[in-house]
């Protein structure tokens, strides 16, 4: 295990509602990566945080945001669910030296969210 | 165009036979790392190997080894002597220097069954 928790493992929403996904970092480690994953395919990025900064963003829209907090944990908000948001979203781990690149990232075991 | 190709999206085996899962990956930066992850059903990315674009050297980590060819924009992966609990979905992922937040861009994963 890689010590990366989240938080909860299922969830069920309806279109239009919020939610928000929360991930406990590993030990040491002081950035957190979000990633969702449709069915049958590899993980997208959504966005990083590092020093409770969004620290880079993928092709996702602002309904999606999030934060980092003083221990490194972080939140996945989503607003306005669209169907299309179904999927497993995953949190990942890592350690950001300054002047670092490639630092390897240690996933947790995801949410699974439905929207209806 | 898609930056990590995983031109196999499922290969079926029969254990104790050595499968090879392609990578191939497509970047301008001179500096880039290469990741395999692991997905068993439980859902969790379990990382494998991270490999930077400097060090060409293959490895090999018991049943698994890993081939890196810059020439050809390669980076496979070989499981010698598979078993049933080798069975998984694999990712190859990369992350670029240009990339903010040191993303991973995934390929579409390879899906292995190793039947007993």
């Known amino acids: 295990e890689t010590g990366v928790t989240q938080s909860p493992t299922h969830l069920i929403k309806t279109r239009g509602q919020q939610v928000t996904l929360r991930c406990s970092s590993q030990s040491g480690h002081n950035t957190v990566s979000w990633y969702q994953q449709a069915l049958g395919q590899g993980p997208q990025f959504i966005f990083q945080?590092?020093?409770?900064?969004?620290?880079g963003r993928g092709n996702f829209p602002p309904r999606f945001s999030g934060l980092q907090f003083p221990n490194y944990s972080s939140e996945l908000n989503v607003n306005a669910l669209e169907l299309d948001d179904s999927a497993l979203y995953l949190c990942a781990s890592s350690l950001t030296i300054a002047g670092g690149l490639g630092e390897t990232q240690y996933f947790g075991p995801g949410t699974r969210l439905l929207v209806l | 165009a898609q930056k990590v190709t995983q031109a196999q999206t499922e290969i079926s085996v029969v254990e104790k036979e050595d499968v090879t899962l392609d990578c191939v990956y497509e970047t301008r930066d001179t500096t880039y790392y290469l990741f395999w992850y692991k997905q068993p059903p439980s859902g969790e990315l379990v990382f494998l190997i991270r490999r930077n674009s400097f060090d060409e050297q293959n490895e090999i980590s018991g049943r698994y080894s890993w081939n890196f060819q810059k020439s050809t924009s390669s980076f496979n992966f070989t499981i010698t002597a598979s078993q049933v609990v080798d069975s998984a979905v694999y990712f190859c992922?990369?992350?670029?220097?240009?990339?903010?937040?040191?993303?991973?861009?995934f390929g579409g994963g390879t899906r292995l069954m190793v039947k007993p």
């Open positions: 992922a990369l992350s670029e220097a240009r990339d903010a937040g040191n993303m991973l861009t």
């Open positions: 945080y590092y020093r409770e900064e969004e620290n």
